[in-house]
């Protein structure tokens, strides 16, 4: 697990929470956005930087939609005996298309989202890993995505 | 929903963020040898056709003090998922909310929705107005915690020819 929490000031916070909405397309997009926040641009970049750099910010940039880019996702999961388990996830996460995996408290305890530029690359990597693995694994492709107004509150 | 060689050449330039510079899309121009308002004009239209979500910021849920987050997965009537999804999805502290097929008689569940809290007595607070919200129609429900993160990289454009 990472560390539970970073040092943040309340000015780090009104940033963090802007500007999950978004950010401005402007040839001087941070000198625009750190007005709302009363600073400079040079000190809007300065504290986007440190955030990154300890972790309160994991990503700061264009949100793609892989299903747009003619992309696939898919979750899926595998049932790996506890003696395996670390064998199994260094076989799963060697392949490039496992975006990520986590270890999860169930029979089902392996769980990890394949993404691919092609829907077919999703069957292939599945099945790669069923070969090198000879654990089946679960896919869990989505049917339906609810949009979300999920914020963080910092 | 289609993107141009050009596009995608920026897709790849800014795919691991937006530099951290005063001027970035005139940055990420000289890179690729386009006009800034080339990229701020295909990146607007990007974000118009729903290729691009939001340019923003994604904290890290852990650093923030959310060190509780349960995969929260509902075995909901078929009938009454989609429109129960919808509501779930709405939910200030549900992060993502999906419809996906069971695997009987493996897995019953259809509805997927993640829960974020500060602690895990939080999230089964959160899981309960979940349950709530969806009655009768909810045959069973479990959460899922996650206990180790194997790995995380996120999605990449894999570079032209070299798949």
């Known amino acids: 697990m990472k560390r539970a929490v970073c040092d943040i000031d309340a000015i780090d916070s009104r940033i963090i929470n802007a500007l999950q909405e978004g950010f401005p397309l402007s040839t001087r997009p941070y000198r625009d956005a750190a007005t709302q926040f009363g600073i400079k641009e040079d000190e809007l970049i300065a504290r986007l930087a440190r955030l990154k750099k ?3 910010v994991t990503r700061f940039g264009p949100f793609y939609n892989a299903d747009a880019m003619g992309g696939a996702f898919c979750l899926c999961a595998m049932e790996v005996p506890k003696d395996r388990f670390d064998t199994v996830a260094g076989i799963v996460n060697a392949l490039p298309q496992v975006a990520h995996n986590y270890e999860r408290d169930h029979r089902l305890n392996m769980w990890f989202v394949l993404a691919t530029e092609a829907p077919e690359g999703i069957e292939a990597a599945a099945e790669t890993i069923e070969a090198e693995t000879g654990i089946c694994v679960f896919r869990f492709p989505k049917l339906k995505e609810f949009f979300i107004g999920f914020k963080v509150a910092a | ?14 795919q691991s963020g937006l530099p951290l510079v005063p001027e970035p899309y005139g940055h990420i121009a000289a890179a690729l040898g386009l006009e800034e308002s080339d990229v701020i004009e295909r990146l607007s239209a990007m974000q118009a056709r729903g290729v691009i979500r939001r340019i923003a910021v994604a904290p890290n849920h852990y650093a923030l003090g959310m060190t509780a987050n349960g995969m929260t997965v509902w075995d909901v009537q078929d009938d009454a998922a989609e429109q129960l999804g919808a509501k779930v999805g709405a939910l200030d502290f549900v992060s993502h909310c999906y419809l996906r097929p069971r695997a009987l008689p493996d897995w019953p569940y259809n509805l997927f929705a993640m829960v974020h809290g500060t602690t ?19 045959r069973a429900g479990t959460i899922l915690y996650s206990t180790r993160i194997l790995k995380k990289t996120g999605l ?3 570079r032209k020819g070299k798949h």
Not at chain 2, 120 to 138: D, Q, S
């Open chain 1, 54 to 56: 300890e972790g309160a």
């Open chain 2, 1 to 14: 929903m289609i993107i141009d060689e050009t596009d995608r050449r920026i897709i790849e330039e800014t």
């Open chain 2, 120 to 138: 895990r007595t939080e999230v089964g607070e959160k899981r309960e107005a979940i349950a709530a919200l969806l009655g009768p129609a909810c």
């Open chain 2, 156 to 158: 990449r454009l894999a």
